[in-house]
């Protein structure tokens, strides 16, 4: 009895009486020997976790149901009313426009080459007559000394002068009368070669005396020039240079020049040479003429010159001895 009992097992656990389907494949095994399959983490609270929940995580109970009121402040607002429509605008200008929704492109118009109808854009304006470009204003000095009238108009006429500016406090001489104001304003010699005669004597002149404030121009030896330079920071005296910059620089667009005449033939002994200082320290342009034609030399400032910090020319340069 127990013979057969122990055959029947060995039957029931032969492989060939074990159903296929029912039949378990056997687990894998890695090659370390263990099971590499991570298991997972229990998952932790996040109900206190400061990182935002996924669509997965469960959401701690709302208590929104106990929160939620309807606010008393926000009511229903009504509907907003429909505008009606615009009247018609009639308007009629009584000036054509020149360019109107009923003239031809001129990107479309037959002729390539046609030119494009004058705009309002492209209307040239007087002031942009001051735009064109012109010459750095030039100013030429010279002095008449003992020349004939005649021969200094005729010099003044290879330069392109157009304005003699008299620089003389006493535009009057005995040594050249023909030089003198009378004679000067009422030339036609000086008209028919459109060239007008001013006198700025009155600010621009020399023979300055007493004047304050000398002590600064302490390189400066000769008293009438030392005079001069005081006087150079005075309010006459820039009246009288702005309104030869103004002359200059109008002329300057027309491509003419203007002239300081004074009585010195030589300019380094005449207070000219300051007053083309002072326009070299303003960035213009100024040459001494000769008594030949076309002979110019070109001005620099002098070298016990400087030009200070409250933009006056000062006279206070030490000088270089040899």
């Known amino acids: 009895m127990v013979y ?48 935002p929940r996924s669509e997965h995580s469960p959401a701690p109970p709302s208590n929104r149901s106990e929160i939620a009121q309807v606010s008393p402040v926000i009511k ?8 009606e429509a615009f009247p018609e605008l009639k308007i009629r200008s009584p000036v054509k426009s020149q360019l109107s929704l009923d003239s031809i492109n001129p990107f479309e118009s037959p ?15 007087d002031s942009d007559a001051d735009l064109t470009p012109f010459h ?16 200094l108009v005729q010099l003044l006429k290879l330069m392109d002068v157009s304005h003699i500016v008299d620089v003389r406090s006493r535009p009057v001489s005995t040594v050249s009368p023909q030089f003198n104001f009378a ?19 009155k600010s621009l002149g020399g023979r300055r005396e007493n004047m304050d404030g000398v002590l600064r121009h302490t390189e400066m030896l000769v008293p009438d020039l030392k005079n001069y330079a005081a006087y150079m920071t005075t309010p006459a005296f820039k ?23 004074c009585e010195e033939a030589v300019h380094w002994r005449c207070h000219r040479r300051m007053i083309a200082d002072r326009l070299v320290a303003d960035k213009y342009i100024v040459k001494h003429m000769g008594l030949r034609a076309k002979e110019c030399v070109e001005h620099v400032m002098w070298n016990i010159a400087r030009l200070a910090l409250d933009n006056e020319v000062v006279y206070d340069v030490a000088r270089l001895v040899n």
């Open 4 to 51: 057969k009992i122990k055959k029947r097992r060995r039957r029931s656990s032969s492989p060939e009486s074990i159903d296929p389907k029912r039949r378990v494949p056997p687990r894998k095994r890695s090659r370390l020997g263990y099971n590499s399959r991570k298991r997972r983490s229990p998952s932790p609270d996040l109900t206190d976790s400061p990182h």
């Open 76 to 83: 229903g607002e009504p509907d907003s009313p429909i505008l």
């Open 111 to 125: 002729d390539p080459d046609s030119p494009m109808p004058q705009s309002e854009s492209s209307i040239k304006l």
């Open 136 to 151: 750095t204003p030039e100013v030429l000095c010279i002095g008449h000394s003992t020349l004939p009238f005649r021969g």
């Open 183 to 201: 004679k000067l304003t009422s030339s036609r010699h000086l008209m028919t070669s459109n060239i007008q005669y001013l006198w700025l004597g």
């Open 239 to 261: 009246a009288g240079l702005a309104e030869l910059k103004k002359l200059a620089t109008e002329q300057a667009k027309k491509g003419k020049r203007i002239v300081l005449m």
